[in-house]
Every structure is written in C-alpha cells, then in structure tokens.
C-alpha cells in the first residue's frame, strides 16, 4: 500500500557538522509533507513542512527539500548541536485530514 | 496554556480488560488524531476525527474504538485489551487548513502494557 518511509534506520553526525535524513514516499497523490523531531520519552514535536508545489523550505537551521520525479525529501540540518540528537520522522497529509508517518532516523550527534 | 494533555500517562492493564485513553486540546482544533508507537517504529495511525461528532480509521484500527462527543476530547477505548496493544500511544491534534506550518500537536504519551 502506500506508505511514507525513510531509507536509514540510524545516522552519527560530528557535533558541528550538516546532516541529512531522507526520506521516500510512494503516493504520487500526496501534496503536503511534514518533519518532525522526537526526543526521548516525548511526543513529536513539528519541524517545518513543505507543500509539493515547492522545491525547497528554509528555517533556523533546518532545510527541506523536495524531489517529485523521484518522491523524496530529505531535512537538510545545518552545525548540528547536541540537541539535535532525537528521532526524525517525515509524515505526509493525505486528503487533506490523514497524517501518516514514516518509520523515523535516529540522529545521534558525536562530541 | 495546556496545549494537548493525556490521561493516563501510565497504564498497565490485564488481558481481557478494558480501558479509555482520553486526549483533551484547549486550541480549538477541529482534527484530532490518536496513534500508536511500538519499540524502534515510528507512529502508526489508529483513528481520527475531522471534527465534534465525526471519526475515521487510520492504518490499525482493529482492536480500538473512539468518539468525538466534544470537540476538544477525543476518546480512545480499548474494549478487551490483548498483550498486541502494548505500546505507548500518542494523542494529537491540528487545526489542519490546508495552509503552510499547520502542524500537529502532540501530547506527551501515554504508556500502557498488557500482561
């Protein structure tokens, strides 16, 4: 079925460092794509999000890209931080009212 | 300003019993959304709602009932839990217009085993 997913489970990033998650989808009818960080023992907390009219999205720090000939994004993290390290999940607004997410990447960010 | 609160945050329940896991919002969002979150996955949708009085399945909802008799709750019943539904449950909710930065709100996690 469709399904949003991430193509790596785990990533280690030099403190200081960019990092970048990816992650694929599958439905070529979904028009609205959301990061979101997870840190230890909490609920997800939003990122930034990007509509598929867009190729790109800047915030403080964070880029995401789109790409969709071939249905992937990716999060793009600039002179990450210890604070950076959570679990990062893409999600995806199907119809409008159905947010679906994806496995998650495990960001661990090395001292 | 309580955002997305729910209750219990811990649970530990006996096959064959039953239990409500309640999420209350106080954003005056009309969608609502419960999830489930199993040890190295990421979170899998149970039901939704749209709005007061309207509710919808997600990816697995077998085993789960839910209602949206006000808005800002949204109840989650288990009607005879089984050691499957052991896991840590998520609770959201958004206001989901269609525009840019419409994010979800999540609650903290409610923790529940079935021995």
């Known amino acids: 079925g469709e399904s949003v997913g991430l193509h790596l489970p785990t990533l280690s990033v030099q403190e200081g460092d960019n990092s970048i998650i990816n992650c694929a989808y599958s439905n070529s009818a979904s028009d609205y794509f959301i990061w979101y960080k997870q840190e230890s023992g909490k609920g997800p907390q939003f990122i930034i999000d990007?509509?598929?009219?867009?190729d790109k999205r800047q915030g403080q720090r964070v880029t995401v890209l789109l790409n969709k000939t071939v249905k992937h994004l990716s999060l793009q993290i600039a002179a990450t931080q210890p604070g950076d390290s959570a679990v990062y999940f893409c999600a995806d607004l199907f119809g409008n009212e159905k947010l679906t997410f994806g496995t998650g990447t495990r960001l661990t960010i090395i001292p | 300003n309580a955002g997305v609160t729910q209750t219990p945050k811990f649970r530990v329940l006996k096959t064959g019993q039953s239990m409500t896991l309640l999420c209350a919002q106080d954003m005056n969002h009309e969608y609502m959304y419960w999830y489930r979150q199993d040890p190295g996955m990421g979170l899998r949708l149970i039901h939704y709602?749209?709005?007061?009085?309207?509710?919808a399945k997600g990816e697995v909802p077998d085993g789960y009932n839910v209602s949206r008799l006000k808005k800002q709750n949204f109840l989650l019943g288990l009607e005879s839990a089984a050691p499957s539904q052991t896991s840590v449950y998520f609770c959201?909710?958004?206001?989901?217009?269609?525009?840019?930065?419409?994010?979800?709100?999540f609650g903290q996690g409610t923790r529940l085993t079935v021995v």
């Open positions: 959201a909710s958004s206001p989901l217009t269609g525009g840019m930065n419409t994010e979800a709100f």
């Open positions: 990007i509509r598929s009219n867009m």
């Open positions: 709602s749209v709005g007061e009085g309207t509710t």
